[in-house]
């Protein structure tokens, strides 16, 4: 019996980790305690292997579910670029700063900050939201130090000493408003764009060993045939390098996507188009270019107009100048709305912090919903299916956990939102 006829039955997921320090143990958590949730929501019985570290760039654990009519196995790695992140956010600030600083500047002057705003101007204030702490940082740093400096030089103190100590107390109140800037996330996401500018134009980068690690990953899973589906994922910056491993599979073996399992590829409120947009950007926009008209995969976008730090409404292909013609077969726009994935009263509380909200994309909501990650990764219906069905996915799951739908043939229509 084959996936099309009766479901998925094995799956094979291959989650890409975005430009978060918090690594395998840390997104195992958000997966663990999400699943607790989740199959007391949809009404089945499920199972969470442990969290096993397999090398310094791989992770794995394994997930059973299983209903009345339906059962899936579920093989759930994890790129591990928590080594490669953590080196860079430990860089000397006096070398992050101004790498940051020549990120801003480069933006502003390349035009690339404008087509940001024209794109998603909630994403663009995001960004600048996170340039302009960093620049209040340095502000109130240089501003104590001057400060320091001038109540020095008016005790009598010579103007060398007096710029001694007043730069001794800038240095010291930077280090100070260290914690507060961590805490704000303002060091991650100032550290992270400069090296999604670097990978995007093509540069040689920390990225490029572990992307190819796991492209030969999936082509090894493919050429097994050991499963039904293979779904690629990449969540927020994860978009970029999602994106790329799965371009970079596709050059390692152009038939991989016609070995057995269907290929898919979910990007989750993917910060991609931000890396594109670069005039510069040639290496994205290459990715791009090579996934967007592949017929043997399955590009899923999945977007949400509540959150900030992603780009809703918007062409990931055509917007930042990638032209394929009509060879163009991907991706499929999923709309997501967050109020229908949790409550009302939880979702009150989501969106009071738009770092929350952009994270529902990789858990659980506390109700049966259109869209639910740890369903899609480890639930019977093919990912593709439920993307262009999300409604009546959904609603063919039973209260006794049974699913009453059947899985459909069909391809991705490019650009397309997904409704019933």
Known sequence: MTASSAGIRRRHVFYVEGYDPRGAEGYYDIFRRSWKRCPRVWHFAGKLGELVLDSELLAHWDI????PNWQVVTRYEFLRLEGVIGANMADPMWRQVPRAIVWMVDDL?????ARIFRAAWRFGLHLLYFQVLLLLWLALSVTGGWLAGLAA????????????IGGLIALICFLLLRPLADRLQVVQINSCWPYLREFARGHASAFDAPIDCYAARIVAAARGNQCDEIVVVGHSAAGVTACAVTARAFELDPEVGRYGPQIVLLTLGSVMPAAALHPAAR????VIARIASEPSL???DCVSRKDVMNFWDFDPVAGTGVEVGAERCNPLVWQVRFKDVVSPEYYRRLRMSFFRLHYQFIMSGDRPAPYDYPMLVAGPVPVAQWARHPDRTAAAFGPDGAYAGQAREGGVVAGAVAQD
């Open 64 to 67: 059973e579910a299983a209903g």
């Open 109 to 113: 002057v390349s035009g690339t900050t």
């Open 153 to 164: 030089a008016s005790f009598g103190v010579p103007v060398p000493a007096a710029t001694a």
């Open 283 to 286: 290496r994205m926009r290459a």
């Open 298 to 300: 399955s590009w899923i």
